[in-house]
């Protein structure tokens, strides 16, 4: 490693545990089970609070898809008397007390902007704005969902009324009595859709492709534990067999309502491509009465409107962007070929948390925060047997 340079010297922070990039659930949950087992490390968040994504950059109606049982971070779980779904509030508070709980303290408003391997050292050196950290390990838990995705739409640049992307669409009530354009159809696109129905806009959502669209319950269990539950018995085709048949039972044939199926199953899709299902709370039936209605591609924006690729054209008064989000890390992460140029692990579940050199991640399953708690586990695991070695290696030097 190249010393720091003289008058750098005062910013140039030697780390003793691992540095930890990001202070959302995955970077707390690694945090504590480090702590767990005597590790200390540094945790860096580029925003002022912890948990950002849920704190800045969601919608006001959001509540977990999942029972809380399959939300809950290791070592601390909800609240008794949180209910089965905990609204954002919730999810927010819940965050709060598991940071001051296990005295985790990130360092705020420090945006890693370059992290690399010194292979002359076997250090990483993490660089943000105003200082450089320095450590044998790097766990990067920056997320999946770190930058909306906007895509290209012909004559976006044109609109002239409001273009918001879900992740700073807050409540309908901005859009009352509005005509609006929701672009993208998983689950913040139909969450969106039916909030705006419910303050009394009117959605137009684009529907460009296939999608699975489950209950979120069967007969009052959660359709996701149930698929957990079964995919423990069963081979994983059938189990989507069967969720598929209680689907088309419980909610209808989606087709008729412009949501085609894709040919492979839901769990089958999300572990091949990591697109979710989308776990219906009440959009559906907002579209069966025409209060939310569906159109195929848009061909192009136009000033005050949509052209669509059927022919239709439209006046919109508002375009909200429900098209997903990406990784951030190949904008930071420096000549590192662990991750693809998406940002994600290239090695796949259950595999890609550790990769060479002291690079570690955390919340890339693409399983949602139950794959963050299994992946925090495992990487704490993983360090503090290097820690334990390391330490003893000192004490019989001294
Ligand atoms: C609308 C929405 C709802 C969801 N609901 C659920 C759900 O119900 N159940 C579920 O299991 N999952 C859900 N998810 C998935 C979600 O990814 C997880 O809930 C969870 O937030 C992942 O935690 P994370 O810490 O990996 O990432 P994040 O929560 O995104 O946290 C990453 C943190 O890293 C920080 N960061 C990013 N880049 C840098 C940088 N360069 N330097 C320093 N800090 C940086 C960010 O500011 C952020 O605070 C949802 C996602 C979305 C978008
Ligand atoms: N309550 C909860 O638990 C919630 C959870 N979430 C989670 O957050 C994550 C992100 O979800 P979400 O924000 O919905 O993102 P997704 O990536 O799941 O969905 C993006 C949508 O946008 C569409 N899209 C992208 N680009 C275009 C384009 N150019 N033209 C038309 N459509 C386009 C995609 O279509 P295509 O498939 O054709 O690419 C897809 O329908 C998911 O894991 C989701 O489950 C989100 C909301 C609520
Ligand atoms: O809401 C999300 O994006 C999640 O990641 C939760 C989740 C993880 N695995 C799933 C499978 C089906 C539906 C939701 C999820």
């Known amino acids: 490693m190249g010393s720091c340079k003289e008058e750098q010297l005062s910013k140039c922070i030697w780390v003793q545990g691992p540095i930890l990039v990001g202070a959302g659930p995955s970077g707390l949950a690694a945090s504590a089970c480090l702590s767990c087992q005597g590790v200390p490390c540094l945790v860096l968040e580029k925003a002022d609070c912890i948990a950002s994504l849920w704190q800045q950059r969601t919608y006001d109606r959001l509540k977990l898809h999942l029972p809380k049982q399959f939300c809950q971070l290791p070592f601390l779980g909800f609240p008794e008397d949180f209910p089965k779904y905990p609204t954002k509030d919730q999810f927010i508070s819940y965050m709060e007390s598991y940071a001051s709980h296990f005295s985790i303290k990130p360092r705020f408003n420090q945006a890693v902007r370059a992290a690399e391997f010194d292979s002359g050292s076997g250090f990483w050196r993490v660089r943000t704005q105003d200082s450089e950290y320095i450590s044998r390990w790097v766990i990067v838990a920056t997320g999946e969902n770190a930058e909306p995705v906007v895509p290209e739409i012909l004559g976006l640049d044109r609109f002239n009324g409001p273009v918001v992307h879900t992740s700073g669409y807050k409540s309908g009530c901005e859009f009352r009595n509005q005509k609006v354009l929701v672009v993208g159809c998983g689950n913040s696109g139909m969450e969106v859709s039916l909030d705006l129905c419910r303050h009394n ?198």
């Not at 195929?296 to 924006?301: F, L, P, R």
């Not at 060479?356 to 139950?370: D, P, Q, S, V």
């Open 201 to 398: 806009a009117v959605p137009h959502m684009v529907v460009r492709n296939t999608v699975h669209v489950l209950p979120r319950e069967i007969l009052g269990f959660s359709t996701f534990g149930i698929a957990m539950t079964l995919l423990k018995l069963l081979p994983l085709k059938l189990v989507d067999k069967i969720l598929l048949i209680v689907a088309s039972f419980t909610l209808g044939n989606t087709d008729k309502l412009g949501l085609r199926r894709p040919k492979t199953g839901p769990i089958e899709l999300k572990n091949a491509t990591g697109k979710t299902p989308v776990l219906d709370v009440g959009a559906l039936s907002q579209i069966r009465s025409g209060k939310i209605k569906v159109m195929e591609s848009v061909k192009e924006i136009t000033r005050n409107g949509a052209r669509f690729m059927d022919g239709q054209e439209k006046e919109f008064d508002s375009i909200v962007l429900a098209t997903g989000y990406k990784s951030n890390v190949p904008t930071w992460l420096k000549s590192c070929e662990f991750f693809t140029k998406d940002g994600m692990p290239r090695t796949p579940f259950p595999d890609g948390w550790k990769g060479e050199n002291g690079i570690y991640t955390i919340g890339f399953t693409r399983r949602g925060l139950l794959g963050t708690a299994s992946d925090a586990v495992k990487v704490a695991q993983d360090i503090a047997d290097q820690w334990r070695i390391m330490k003893q290696g000192t004490q019989e030097f001294f």
